[in-house]
């Protein structure tokens, strides 16, 4: 298990990040023991296991290091006075310096939350920090650790962006599931990290933490000083804001009273008016309704005398209706009769046909009798014909004289209408 740190006798490798990213896991890794079972506790839910710095001893190239496990400093549900009190003196203890930063972070696209996590660092140990800065990805796939080409294309513009911003500086924290210890790619990840780690330059020291912290307090007190200066500006603010919503109220007071004054004047005025106008306006409708009931009664005669004339056009155009369905069965009997006479009259004249056929050597010795039958048949036909012609004339005089009457009576109904 890792100690609580009461002193650090090596370069330090600093291990950071947020709760569940896998610096517990690396660290253990790199001290070959298992992932979950080494000096560093592993967390199996997003609560933070590590809530002080704790450190174990590892040797790379032949040089001891101090590598020491913080607590999730940068995540927002955690951070307190408290946690960076703890990693602060743990800096301070580290008399040799720091040789590298592990900042580990998960293998997926870089969210502004991550970017967060690194401007939290950026801002807790100083510009100068960024020299020290190694990028490490966990919770990589098993392809993105074997082969680092693949990782990177995964990368979007804010990684490779910050990756150029630590010279290029980046591992892979290998999983045991994927690729056991004495994998030859589980081993090959974790010489990558080992010899970026030997192959820094320098140390971050004490010094540079303290200055660090002094930028910020300064920063600090400026910030608490401007606050101060606007929160007395806006008392004063506030003060002679009272002071003219009090000038105010008293200048809105004296014209309210005002206004009540002349509301009562205009009301007892209005008064008055509204009951000299309810006055006229009863008159007005008493006139308006007399002429109404003018107008009502003049309407009703005229809708009278427009039905009376209109039932007098009906009734005439009733009877001119009749008249014509009269005249035209009339025309249609005498068709009738016309037909059947010249129906009989082709019965006859076959009739004579086939007689003349029987008779023909008899009509022949009497063609003088037959001469005067034919003559005989003429006059009778001729006779009838002046009938029909004497009907049809009574007929026509007779429609006429009924039209005649329809024309007088209409006269007379409109000249009673007028």
Known sequence: MSRIIDDVSYPAVLLVGKTGAG???LGNLLLAQPYDNGPFQVSADMESVTQECGTAKISIDGVIYNIIDTPGIFDTQLVTDKILEEIAKTIKKCKYGIKAILFVLEAKRFSAEQRGVLEGIRNFFGEGATNYIIAIFSHATKAQIYDRDIMRKAWNQPVCSFIEDIENR???SPNSDYFPPDDPTHQARLGEIKAFISSMRGVYTTEQLEKSIQEQEKARRQKEEEEERKKQEHEEKLKEIARKEAEEAHKRKVEQMERERKAKQEYEENLRRKQQQ????RQRQMVEKLKQEERERKIQEENLRRKQQQEAEEQYRRKLEQMRREQEREEELRRQREREWELRRQRERE???RRQREREEELRRQRAREEELRKQRE?????RRERERQEQQRLQE???????????????NL???Q
């Open 23 to 25: 610096k517990s896991t």
């Open 170 to 172: 980046w591992g892979i």
């Open 278 to 281: 309810e006055a006229e306006e």
């Open 351 to 353: 009739q004579e046909l």
């Open 379 to 383: 006059r009778e036909e001729n006779l």
């Open 398 to 412: 007779m429609y006429r004289r009924q039209r005649e009457e329809a024309e007088r009576e209409l006269t007379i």
């Open 415 to 417: 000249k009673y209408l």
